[in-house]
């Protein structure tokens, strides 16, 4: 299936056994890999196979999977929050200029090629002239093939070029790194491993509407399940509204001060700055910059708003001061 998402990247849904042939395609320099976060260890492996396009006339592509190999594969962890579900990882690649996104649709069947058939069907099959990926990459059965086995692999059908590990304080910068550091709310160490703020989207729901009535109304976002989140808390954010983005302060949690019971899924909810447009039903993206301090239950209304006063002038100072 061919699919438009933009002017830029023309998209390619493949299920395995895909029909495609060469000539389907313009030579291409692809690059590989799973890229959830399109963190950016990914992102130099992206560029370098668009610079290897530029410089050897050959389209750029991307080839992905989803979902995540550990969830068809059912690994003891499964991997069913992203940094980036898939719509998401479609819009930061859209962003670094790719002619072409393939997406495979990651099964058994797929997962038990051995690393000679990935080659032919997805490489080399695809008109893949020159293949990039990072120096751990691995592809087909078991993850034996990598990039000492790809030379023998490729049949003198392509190049390859292998980008070095890229670290930040003595570590590979990875997707399990991010998560780990998203997990423990260190929202603020995100932009030295991604690129960017860790960000969030979601349709602005219904709440108890008890905001208003203490002072501090509430966007209320909700996220679909694969979206990794951020431990409960209180957070400096920013938030993607109607084309603009606004200030905020977000909780994340069960407001222990009002429900006995804990709900299934925290809530996420933001107070906007200065704002008091009226934007149900709409979509929205918080982006998630400093972890204020941890959710509380407090001894009643009154506590509770005098605490989100010193919050609101917390994220304030934040963002308003050098
Ligand atoms: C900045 C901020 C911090 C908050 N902190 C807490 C908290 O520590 N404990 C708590 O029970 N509720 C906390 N809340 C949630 C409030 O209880 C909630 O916004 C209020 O009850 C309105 O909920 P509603 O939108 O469902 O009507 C916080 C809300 C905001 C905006
Ligand atoms: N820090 C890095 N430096 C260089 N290349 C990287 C780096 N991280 C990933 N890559 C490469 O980017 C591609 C995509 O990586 P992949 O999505 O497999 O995972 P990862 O970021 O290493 O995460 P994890 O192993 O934690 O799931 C692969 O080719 C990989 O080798």
Avoid at 233 to 241: D, M, T, W
Wanted: overall charge neutral; some cysteine.
């Amino acid at each position: 299936m061919l699919e438009k998402v933009s002017n830029n990247v023309e998209m390619i849904k493949l299920n395995h056994p895909h029909t495609f042939n060469k000539n389907d395609f313009p030579p291409l320099a692809m690059a590989l890999g799973y890229f959830d976060g399109v963190h950016l260890g990914h992102q130099k492996v992206i560029k370098e196979a668009k610079q290897i396009a530029e410089s050897k006339g050959l389209k750029s592509a991307v080839m992905t999977f989803d979902p995540h190999p550990s969830v068809v594969l059912g690994k003891r962890v499964q991997q069913i929050e992203y940094i980036t579900p898939l719509e998401d990882k479609i819009r930061v690649i859209e962003g670094l200029g790719a002619d072409y996104l393939f997406i495979v649709h990651f099964t058994p069947e797929f997962a038990s090629l051995l690393p000679q058939q990935f080659v032919d069907d997805y490489i080399i099959g695809l008109n893949v002239k020159h293949a990039v990926a990072g120096f751990d990459y691995t592809y087909g059965k078991m993850g034996k093939g990598n990039m000492e086995t790809i030379q023998f692999h490729s049949r003198g059908s392509f190049d390859f070029s292998v980008v070095p590990k890229l670290s930040a304080d003595g570590e590979k910068i990875s997707s399990t790194l991010i998560r780990s550091v998203i997990h423990e709310g260190r929202v603020d160490a995100i932009p030295s491993l991604l690129g960017r703020h860790f960000s969030t989207a979601g349709v602005v729901a219904h709440g108890d509407k008890r905001g208003r009535t203490i002072g501090f109304p509430t966007a209320n976002i909700e996220t679909p399940d694969e979206y990794l989140l951020p431990p409960t808390g209180v957070y400096a954010v920013r938030i993607f509204s109607r084309d603009q983005w606004h200030h905020g302060v977000c909780n994340v949690g069960y407001k222990p001060t009002f429900k006995e019971k804990k709900a299934k899924k925290p809530t996420v909810e933001v107070h906007i700055f200065d704002f008091s447009e009226d934007i149900y039903g709409e979509t929205a993206t918080v982006e998630w910059h400093l972890r204020l301090r941890p959710e509380q239950k407090f001894s009643g209304i009154d506590a509770l708003v005098e605490q989100i006063g010193k919050d609101k002038q917390a994220a304030l100072d934040y963002f308003y001061t050098d």
